[in-house]
């Protein structure tokens, strides 16, 4: 088939690359709002060639949005205004409940397919793109009842063939728990980053003690603003509530070290351990 991608950055880069690589799509057509994006794209033989936007929707069998939600929200209605019936839409959004809302009554929404697949890099841009990003990666479709079923069984044969673990959620709780397993550690490596770096303004020295777990804990910090600043807004409410909780334990740790007190510490400590029944 031929794949039309909106956004060729990381994902929609890597997408490419692998669908190609695959043998799902015969020919990639690109769309970006930067003309060096495209170039390099096309440089990069991510892409067969860049088109317009009406030009994508009349030509390719799947269009895929893999662009910052907000752009996306933007863009949906047009687009599935003008879909061909034989045309699907996917988009990659990190956030799903706001964009689901404003096509749930459109009279195209079944050709929409909600996703979001949990791969990335701290890294942007067609540079980034890379092969098999996706492998054994969760990808979560949201609310598929409102999605038709042609529209639902291309997306999941596209996952299916870049080896990613295909999950069903609803969007609201999607983004819910969004905020507490991707969003909040993005705003601790910010946090951590931030506070490092004030540091180092009269300690200079602190970098050359960084090691590996501070560069792991840090490397999210590298993240684009532009991008992750519009995620924390689309996802407010839900990642306001995970801060609240995550600024309860950072206090229950601060009170115990303030009182010297090893066996909160411990005991603080040996809960969060726990985690390793479902992290490898």
Not at 259 to 270: M, W
Request: proline share 2%; hydrophobic share 40%.
């Amino acid at each position: 088939m031929d794949i039309g991608i909106v956004g060729l950055g990381l994902i929609g880069g890597s997408l490419a690359l692998d669908l190609k690589k695959r043998g799902v799509a015969f020919n990639v057509y690109g769309l970006d709002r930067s003309l060096d994006h495209q170039k390099k794209a096309k440089e990069l033989n991510l892409v067969t060639d860049c088109l317009t936007l009406n030009q994508l929707i009349q030509k390719v069998d799947i269009i895929i949005l893999a662009i910052p939600v907000h752009n996306a929200q933007e863009m949906i209605v047009d687009i599935l205004n003008d879909i061909p019936e034989r045309t699907y839409l996917l988009d990659m959004g990190s956030t799903k409940s706001g964009i689901c809302d404003i096509v749930k009554d459109h009279p195209k929404r079944s050709h929409y397919v909600a996703c979001h697949p949990m791969a990335g890099t701290e890294y942007t841009g067609p540079n980034a793109a890379v092969y098999d990003l996706f492998d054994q990666k969760p990808v979560i479709i949201c609310d598929k009842e409102e999605s038709g079923n042609l529209a639902l069984e291309a997306a999941q044969q596209m996952f299916q063939a870049l080896n990613m673990r295909i999950l069903y959620m609803d969007s609201k709780d999607h983004d819910t728990h969004a905020a507490y397993v991707s969003h909040i550690s993005h705003i601790s490596s910010f946090t951590l980053a931030l506070s490092v770096l004030d540091k180092e303004q009269s300690e200079s020295a602190i970098f050359d003690l960084a090691s590996g777990g501070f560069e792991s804990t840090a490397r999210l910090a590298k993240s684009s603003a532009e991008m992750w600043s519009q995620i924390f807004i689309q996802n407010k409410d839900s990642l306001l509530e995970v801060l609240d909780v995550y600024s309860y334990w950072l206090r229950k740790f601060r009170v115990a070290i303030e009182d010297e007190d090893v066996e909160g510490l411990n005991n603080l400590i040996k809960e969060a351990n726990e985690i390793k029944k479902f992290l490898k």
